[in-house]
Nanobody
């Protein structure tokens, strides 16, 4: 079983940047696809981005394309989410998750809070 721990959240202003990290331990991290999700107050959790085990195949939600970048370092067992030009609507708890070969997410981190003030 892989364990995931997110970090890097915080309070920033509109237009600022943040980089979230998700450190994995346990099973072989490099064999998993990884995703980032977020959940804003009163809303359902939504997909943000995902990256294949190789780092070659990447998908973004339309709402973050061009501003967010997902990446991974398999040597460090870590996946990142670089968030630029942040907007208040990005305020949410951000979660990373590990996926099986069919992109079913079966392991989740505890989340990290991102708050963007206007």
């Amino acid at each position: 079983q892989v364990q995931l721990v997110e970090s890097g959240g915080g309070l920033v202003q509109t237009g600022d940047s943040l980089r979230l990290s998700c450190a994995a331990s346990g099973r072989t991290f490099s064999s998993y696809g990884m995703g980032w999700f977020r959940q804003a107050p009163g809303k359902e959790r939504e997909f943000v981005a995902r990256i294949s085990w190789s780092g070659i195949r990447i998908v973004y939600a339309d709402s973050v394309k061009g501003r967010f970048t997902i990446s991974r370092d398999n040597a460090k067992n870590t996946v990142y989410l670089q968030m630029n030009s942040l907007k208040p609507e990005a305020t949410a708890v951000y979660y990373c998750a590990a996926a099986d070969s069919r992109w079913k997410y079966d392991t989740w981190g505890q989340g990290t809070q991102v708050t963007v003030s206007s």
